[in-house]
């Protein structure tokens, strides 16, 4: 398929991602209510309740308008201007060889080409991680090798301190996905579990993919995580080049396949 890929992925070029689309600053929303100014009727909403309640007792019919059929649209206050958050991170430790990295790379390659497709306020930052965690660059991001072991909830802590931080300053909806082979410190893997539970309370959605190794079945982080039930999580693993497309709709649907 060559370097990160062609044309399987360009179809996700195309598709309008709903999680890209935040609120225009000053956007005001058309409320549908029941009272209202006759010169804010809605005649065709008005029509089929009409025709709904008419058919509770014969036939579907327009006819008789009673006060209960009428509906009005209503301006709402304006809709806060949302944001959207991207936050991309990366295990660079010593066990993410090679092919591990191709993946990852070919994965976020095609992400970033989805999300710079489609207008909007979007944020997106990157951060690596091996027995520490740190921000990076874009350039960085794909470029640079970590070494060493690998503690996994270094890199949630980092992604609290964005948070807290600089997402704390506006209203963002935080998207994140984190890519790894799944080894992690034996000793480090409760805690990764209780900080991914919190991160979960303050983000519309994170995805762990997990990159499997040569020696499928060794415990990894994947069993770990497995005791999480939430509609904000998904946890996901490929094992080779074809993979990586369901991958990404999986994180494009917010955990659909």
């Not at 019919?61 to 958050?85: Q, S, Y």
């Not at 948070?163 to 963002?172: N, S």
Request: aromatic share 10%; charged share 25%; proline share 2%.
């Amino acid at each position: 398929m060559g370097i990160y890929g062609d044309s399987c992925f360009k179809d996700l070029l195309l598709e309008d991602w709903g999680f890209l689309q935040g609120e225009a600053e000053g956007e005001q929303s058309i409320d549908i209510q029941k009272t209202g100014p006759l010169s804010s009727i809605d005649k065709k909403r008005t029509l089929l309740e009409n025709i709904k309640r008419n058919a509770l007792s014969g036939p579907p019919k327009m006819g008789g308008f009673a006060p209960e059929d009428l509906r009005f649209r209503v301006i709402g206050k304006e809709k806060e201007e949302t944001n959207t958050a991207i936050i991309a991170v990366l295990d660079v430790s010593g066990s993410m060889g090679t092919r591990e990295r191709y993946l990852a790379h070919t994965f976020y390659h095609w992400l970033l080409r989805v999300l710079r497709k489609k207008p909007g306020n979007r944020d997106i930052v990157f951060i690596h991680h091996d027995s520490g965690a740190g921000l990076v660059d874009e350039k960085q991001f794909f470029t640079l090798k970590g070494g060493g072991g690998t503690k996994v909830s270094a890199a949630y802590q980092k992604i609290l301190e964005l948070i807290g931080g600089k997402f704390a300053r506006a209203k963002y909806d935080i998207h994140g996905v984190h890519i790894t082979d799944g080894n992690n410190l034996s000793i480090d893997n409760y805690l990764c579990l209780t900080l991914l539970k919190g991160l979960l309370t303050h983000m519309k959605f994170f995805m762990y993919l997990e990159l499997e190794g040569r020696e499928a079945g060794a415990p990894t982080l994947m069993d770990v995580f497995s005791t999480i039930r939430s509609q904000r999580f998904k946890a996901h693993r490929i094992s080779n080049e074809g993979e990586i497309y369901s991958a990404l709709r999986c994180f494009l649907t917010g955990g659909g396949e």
